[in-house]
Structure formats: structure tokens, C-alpha cells
């Protein structure tokens, strides 16, 4: 029987059609070795599924030129993934994104390691001291400048940030901003003397952002810190709230107190390694504290309905580069979260971080498009970082995996 040429061609796009929708998936890229600056060849790349808890999809090897590909049954476009080569003794990673084609193009970047920290230092301290009622609570960021040359990771199983608290602090929580500006939640260690404490993330050449914070026993209205850190210090800046506490220190200069928000900052420069970071704050703590928003290079007290896990620590903790990260992590996060399979808790968690991600992907894309103020946009973000980490703290090794290696992606 003779079909109209239109007909004709309508069954055979018919039948193409559904095998281009479900053409195979292809992911390619080059393994880079930053140390020696040449290909790293026969170098095994994972291609992981996040969703999954990390669970491998595939796998490839690198040709001599350090090429790799995936082109493996089962590979989906719509889905996500990351690629990791561990090179070294320090696993790497980066995101998979495919373009209109199915096709997507990872290039990684691996260092040598070493257990050098000559070329280690601490670029930016920023801290902010917030005293309410009986206790003070002391939030610190440090962004850890590995600067070596040729570049290499820095590893090290004593530790590689080692940390001494001042007398009387609390266990510390600790977190580092991993891949794709995720908070990744870190376990601090005990070390030999009392108030020491390390963590064993991998410091890779460029910025770590390791953020640090703990509790003091504000009882007798006055208290004296003098925390230390292993690397030396460029620039320490540090910000006492409310404004009307007094603050004596040996190190910091007084830059003024800012009377309309209620806030004073202390800055010292060029300190040696395992130089005390010591001040003495005393006076008469409010009951209860509202958090401080940054608008510009002032700071301004507001209300906040959103959270009570602490004051951020200013608008300057984070770059620009962050938000822009922002919006993509959090858009692309969800996508492979809805399939996890996971107990009725993990479920439950894994709403709670969506729903966090979510929200940092609208406030990012909202200062982007300049519908929110710098001020509110830097502390709402930091805000809800702090509940990201608060959760994820709680969260079980499988659901952690899930949403980004544990210690060491990046």
C-alpha cells in the first residue's frame, strides 16, 4: 500500500524519534597532573552516582595522552554525576554536565602529594564573639592559602590544621567548603594537650575555607581567649557583639565601635604561626542577642526569623564566587536526590537539605538579579549553611556520601 510521502515520513520520525531520546549518554575528559603539568596516563576515573550514596556507574582508564571515556550502557543525561580520580593518596572530583546532545566534556585536575606545610598559611582569619546570657559563642573562618611551588596537596595523618582552643571552650564543630560549595561537616580530633585538636582534610593548592566554632562560659559576665592556629596569619579581624562589652588585648587594635549596630571590630596583621589570639572581653551580656546583617562594610542589627544557630561571620566571609557556585549545586543537587533510596530518617534528613538547598539556590539567584540587598542576601545564605551543617552533622555516613565525599571533595 502507497502512504503519502508526509505519512512516510511521519513513522519513520516515529521511529527514530524514541531511540534519539534514549541516545547513549557520553562523558570524556583529560586527567591533568598540576605538579609536573603533563597527562597522567593508565590513571583509573569513576564515574559515581551521588544519589546512590556514591555508588560507582562505570569506570575507565586513562590513555597515554590521559584521556578518558564513558560510554557505558545505563549512562542517563538527565541524571547526575560526579567524576572521581584518586591520585596520590587524595581523591578528586568535579560534576558532570551534559549538553543538548547527551554529551559532556570533565576535565580534572590532580597534585602530587607532600607533607611539607612551608607554603602553608593562613591568608584571611575572620571571627566574630557574640556574648548572650551565660555563655559566649565564637565562630571563626580561616581560608588556608596553599601557595607551593610546583603545587602539590598537603597531607598529613597527624593532621593537617591543627588547632589549640582557649581554656574552657567546648568541643568544637568544624567544616571546610567542599566541591561545589558544599559545607562537608568535619570531625575534629584530639591531640596530645589538653584544648589541642587537628582535622585530616586534604589542603590542595589554592583557598581551603575551614570554619571553626565553640562555646565559653560567659557566668561571671567576662572571659579570656587566646585560641592558636598552626600556620601564620596575614590579616585577623574580629568582630565583638553587643558593642557595649569591653575588649583588652595585647595583639588587637582597636578599630572603633560602631554605635549605631551595636558592633566592634579588633584587627591585627602578620602573626606567627602558634601565635595566641588573645583578648579578654568582659561586661554585661543581653539575655538574648539578635544576629548582626551586613549591609556593605556596616554592620546592622535585625530581627531574624529564620534561624538562632548563631550570628554569620560577616559579609566578607564569602566571594562572589560562592553564590555563583551556589546556584548551580543547589539546582543540580535535587534533581539526584529525589530517587535516593534511604530509611524513613535518611528520607526524612534528605527533605530537610533539599529544602536548604533550595533555598540558597532562590536567594542566590535573587541577589544575582539584584532583588536583594548585599546585607541581607550574605547573612540569610550564611545562615542557612550553619542549618546545612547542623544537619548533616547528624546525618549517617550513607546520607553525607550522598551529597558530597565526606572529607575530601572539592
Given at each position: 500500500?502507497?502512504?503519502?510521502?508526509?505519512?512516510?515520513?511521519?513513522?519513520?520520525?516515529?521511529?527514530?524519534?524514541?531511540?534519539?531520546?534514549?541516545?547513549?549518554?557520553?562523558?570524556?575528559?583529560?586527567?591533568?597532573?598540576?605538579?609536573?603539568?603533563?597527562?597522567?596516563?593508565?590513571?583509573?576515573?569513576?564515574?559515581?552516582?551521588?544519589?546512590?550514596?556514591?555508588?560507582?556507574?562505570?569506570?575507565?582508564?586513562?590513555?597515554?595522552?590521559?584521556?578518558?571515556?564513558?560510554?557505558?550502557?545505563?549512562?542517563?543525561?538527565?541524571?547526575?554525576?560526579?567524576?572521581?580520580?584518586?591520585?596520590?593518596?587524595?581523591?578528586?572530583?568535579?560534576?558532570?554536565?551534559?549538553?543538548?546532545?547527551?554529551?559532556?566534556?570533565?576535565?580534572?585536575?590532580?597534585?602530587?602529594?607532600?607533607?611539607?606545610?612551608?607554603?602553608?598559611?593562613?591568608?584571611?582569619?575572620?571571627?566574630?564573639?557574640?556574648?548572650?546570657?551565660?555563655?559566649?559563642?565564637?565562630?571563626e573562618e580561616f581560608d588556608v592559602l596553599n601557595s607551593s611551588d610546583p603545587p602539590r596537596a598537603y597531607v598529613n595523618e597527624r593532621g593537617t590544621f591543627r588547632f589549640r582552643l582557649s581554656?574552657?571552650?567546648?568541643?568544637?564543630?568544624?567544616?571546610?567548603?567542599?566541591?561545589?560549595?558544599?559545607?562537608l561537616p568535619q570531625t575534629p580530633q584530639a591531640g596530645n594537650a589538653a584544648g589541642e585538636f587537628f582535622i585530616g582534610y586534604p589542603l590542595k593548592p589554592g583557598i581551603t575555607r575551614v570554619?571553626?566554632?565553640?562555646?565559653?562560659?560567659?557566668?561571671?559576665?567576662?572571659?579570656?581567649?587566646?585560641?592558636?592556629?598552626?600556620?601564620?596569619?596575614?590579616?585577623?579581624?574580629?568582630?565583638?557583639?553587643?558593642?557595649?562589652?569591653?575588649?583588652?588585648?595585647?595583639?588587637?587594635?582597636?578599630?572603633?565601635?560602631?554605635?549605631?549596630?551595636?558592633?566592634?571590630?579588633?584587627?591585627?596583621?602578620?602573626?606567627?604561626?602558634?601565635?595566641?589570639?588573645?583578648?579578654?572581653?568582659?561586661?554585661?551580656?543581653?539575655?538574648?542577642?539578635?544576629?548582626?546583617?551586613?549591609?556593605?562594610?556596616?554592620?546592622?542589627?535585625?530581627?531574624?526569623?529564620?534561624?538562632?544557630?548563631?550570628?554569620?561571620?560577616?559579609?566578607?566571609?564569602?566571594?562572589?564566587?560562592?553564590?555563583?557556585?551556589?546556584?548551580?549545586?543547589?539546582?543540580?543537587?535535587?534533581?539526584?536526590?529525589?530517587?535516593?533510596?534511604?530509611?524513613?530518617?535518611?528520607k526524612q534528613l534528605g527533605v530537610k537539605v533539599d529544602t536548604l538547598l533550595n533555598s540558597l539556590a532562590d536567594l542566590d539567584e535573587l541577589f544575582a538579579a539584584g532583588k536583594i540587598a548585599?546585607?541581607?542576601?550574605?547573612?540569610?545564605?550564611?545562615?542557612?549553611?550553619?542549618?546545612?551543617?547542623?544537619?548533616?552533622?547528624?546525618?549517617?555516613?550513607?546520607?553525607?556520601?550522598?551529597?558530597?565525599?565526606?572529607?575530601?571533595?572539592?
Amino acid at each position: 500500500m502507497n502512504r503519502p510521502p508526509a505519512i512516510r515520513l511521519a513513522a519513520v520520525l516515529g521511529l527514530l524519534l524514541p531511540v534519539a531520546a534514549h541516545a547513549q549518554a557520553r562523558i570524556n575528559g583529560q586527567v591533568l597532573d598540576g605538579t609536573g603539568r603533563r597527562p597522567v596516563p593508565n590513571q583509573e576515573v569513576r564515574l559515581l552516582v551521588p544519589r546512590e550514596g556514591m555508588q560507582q556507574a562505570a569506570t575507565a582508564s586513562t590513555d597515554v595522552n590521559g584521556k578518558f571515556v564513558f560510554e557505558q550502557s545505563g549512562i542517563d543525561a538527565s541524571s547526575f554525576y560526579l567524576v572521581e580520580a584518586r591520585f596520590a593518596g587524595v581523591p578528586y572530583h568535579a560534576p558532570v554536565q551534559f549538553d543538548p546532545t547527551g554529551s559532556a566534556t570533565v576535565n580534572l585536575t590532580v597534585y602530587e602529594s607532600g607533607g611539607s606545610a612551608a607554603a602553608l598559611r593562613i591568608q584571611t582569619l575572620r571571627a566574630l564573639v557574640r556574648a548572650e546570657g551565660k555563655k559566649v559563642r565564637v565562630e571563626e573562618e580561616f581560608d588556608v592559602l596553599n601557595s607551593s611551588d610546583p603545587p602539590r596537596a598537603y597531607v598529613n595523618e597527624r593532621g593537617t590544621f591543627r588547632f589549640r582552643l582557649s581554656p574552657g571552650a567546648s568541643e568544637p564543630a568544624a567544616s571546610v567548603v567542599g566541591l561545589m560549595n558544599m559545607a562537608l561537616p568535619q570531625t575534629p580530633q584530639a591531640g596530645n594537650a589538653a584544648g589541642e585538636f587537628f582535622i585530616g582534610y586534604p589542603l590542595k593548592p589554592g583557598i581551603t575555607r575551614v570554619g571553626l566554632s565553640y562555646e565559653a562560659d560567659y557566668a561571671s559576665s567576662q572571659v579570656s581567649l587566646s585560641d592558636q592556629v598552626s600556620y601564620p596569619i596575614d590579616h585577623a579581624d574580629i568582630y565583638v557583639f553587643p558593642s557595649s562589652l569591653s575588649v583588652d588585648s595585647p595583639i588587637f587594635k582597636s578599630l572603633g565601635v560602631d554605635a549605631a549596630h551595636n558592633v566592634q571590630k579588633l584587627e591585627a596583621r602578620n602573626l606567627r604561626r602558634d601565635a595566641p589570639l588573645e583578648f579578654r572581653v568582659a561586661g554585661e551580656a543581653p539575655a538574648t542577642a539578635q544576629p548582626a546583617e551586613v549591609q556593605g562594610a556596616e554592620v546592622k542589627i535585625v530581627p531574624n526569623s529564620m534561624t538562632r544557630l548563631g550570628v554569620p561571620l560577616l559579609a566578607c566571609f564569602l566571594l562572589v564566587l560562592l553564590w555563583a557556585l551556589g546556584v548551580r549545586v543547589a539546582k543540580e543537587w535535587s534533581q539526584w536526590q529525589t530517587r535516593r533510596s534511604s530509611s524513613p530518617g535518611q528520607k526524612q534528613l534528605g527533605v530537610k537539605v533539599d529544602t536548604l538547598l533550595n533555598s540558597l539556590a532562590d536567594l542566590d539567584e535573587l541577589f544575582a538579579a539584584g532583588k536583594i540587598a548585599e546585607g541581607k542576601y550574605w547573612k540569610e545564605r550564611l545562615e542557612l549553611k550553619a542549618k546545612l551543617v547542623a544537619i548533616l552533622k547528624k546525618a549517617p555516613p550513607t546520607l553525607l556520601e550522598s551529597y558530597a565525599t565526606r572529607s575530601t571533595a572539592r
